[in-house]
């Protein structure tokens, strides 16, 4: 079974940055994609970027602004999350999600994904 574990959460000034990271183990990983979602109190999960494990396309919810960045590292079966220029509306949980093999139902679903990281809060001071 694939494990996920994120790092990197914590507080942070708005304008500040912080890089979130996400740790896959387990055994026959071989994603189709991951992807970074995020989830503020009493609202649903929402997709903040994902990446394709096997190439280099990305994508990012319009929302983010450009100012998030997702990247991977292959070697080290981990996923990046940069945040600059945060915004106390980016004050939420942030999760790290792999997709086995593709869906079919895109990168924003939750339900595109198959394996779930226990999160990590992000807190955003005005």
């Known amino acids: 079974q694939v494990q996920l574990v994120e790092s990197g959460g914590g507080l942070v000034q708005a304008g500040g940055s912080l890089r979130l990271s996400c740790a896959a183990s387990?055994?026959?990983?071989?994603?189709?994609?991951m992807g970074w979602f995020r989830q503020a109190p009493g609202k649903e999960r929402d997709i903040v970027a994902a990446?394709?494990?096997?190439?280099?396309?990305?994508y990012y919810a319009d929302s983010m602004k450009g100012r998030f960045t997702i990247s991977r590292d292959n070697a080290k079966n981990t996923v990046y999350l940069q945040m600059n220029s945060r915004k106390p509306e980016d004050t939420a949980v942030y999760y790290c999600?792999?997709?086995?093999?593709?869906?079919?139902?895109?990168?924003?679903?939750?339900?595109?994904?198959?394996?779930w990281g226990q999160g990590t809060q992000v807190t955003v001071s005005s």
């Open positions: 999600a792999a997709a086995a093999y593709d869906r079919g139902l895109g990168w924003r679903s939750v339900n595109h994904y198959h394996h």
């Open positions: 387990g055994r026959t990983f071989s994603p189709y994609a």
């Open positions: 990446i394709n494990w096997s190439g280099y396309s990305t």
